[in-house]
């Protein structure tokens, strides 16, 4: 898929993970299982918590009353892929110590688990539970708008309202459980985009959104 362009300003280590142009280029390693139920219903926490309501409006600068997600999971987790701000390999250990430094009570068994999940592709089905209608939509359909000089202005007639086009990763989890963490990248205009690893944790019975860990906005 064709991402758009944009300049990059990289946060925390003046690393970037994985940059814009290349994310949703990445091809899975291997396929995975289906999203399981536990997935859909963090990843539904997220969305809802993220990109509704006020946060929505406050986070792409109107009211999101639709979700637009990629229907397949993609992630940057991909060792080959991950380079510093001169284009020079940056290692899977490094990326790991900064996770943690951005949010200490990550575990490392979290992070190991994501990247073992993380490249693994497996297509989305409508099972989220979110307060506000969605669509799932491919990858190569949101690539058509933005080809013989399309641009938002276009994407935003076929998609009206929508928080832009959102990329989730699948949930990668502590060995208890309890703790959860996945790839987010959400593009909605020219420089409006982000990409985030996403830290939840489980309060009672719900999970509550730790922090949101940037890796570049664009």
């Known amino acids: 898929m064709r991402i758009q362009r944009g300049n990059t300003v990289v946060f925390g280590l003046l690393v ?9 280029e990445q091809v899975p390693s291997k396929p995975a299982a ?45 060792d080959s892929q991950i380079e510093d701000e001169n284009d020079k390999p940056f290692s899977w250990k490094r990326a790991s110590r900064f996770l943690r430094k951005q949010a200490p009570t990550l575990q490392q068994a979290t992070i190991e688990k994501l990247r073992e999940v993380g490249t693994q ?26 080809t013989n000089n399309g641009w938002w202005t276009d994407y935003y007639k ?7 086009y959102l990329v989730l990763s699948k949930v990668g989890f502590s060995a208890d459980g309890r703790q959860a963490l996945f790839y987010a990248e959400n593009r909605c205009g020219g420089k409006c ?4 690893y996403v830290l939840m944790q489980k309060s009672g019975t719900s999970w509550k959104l730790v922090k949101e860990i940037v890796i570049w906005v664009s």
């Open 16 to 24: 970037s993970l994985l940059t814009p142009s290349t994310v949703l």
């Open 121 to 146: 592709s497996a297509p989305f089905r409508p099972s989220f539970q979110l307060p506000v209608p969605y669509q799932l939509v491919d990858a190569k359909e949101i690539d058509a708008v933005f």
């Open 34 to 78: 289906d999203v399981t139920p536990l997935e859909y219903e963090i990843l539904s926490a997220y969305i809802t918590d993220a990109f509704t309501g006020t946060k929505g409006e406050d986070r792409v600068g109107w009211h999101v009353s639709n979700i637009v997600i990629v229907n397949m999971t993609r992630c940057d987790l991909n």
């Open 158 to 164: 076929k998609y009206p309202s929508s928080q832009g």
């Open 193 to 196: 985009a982000t990409g985030t």
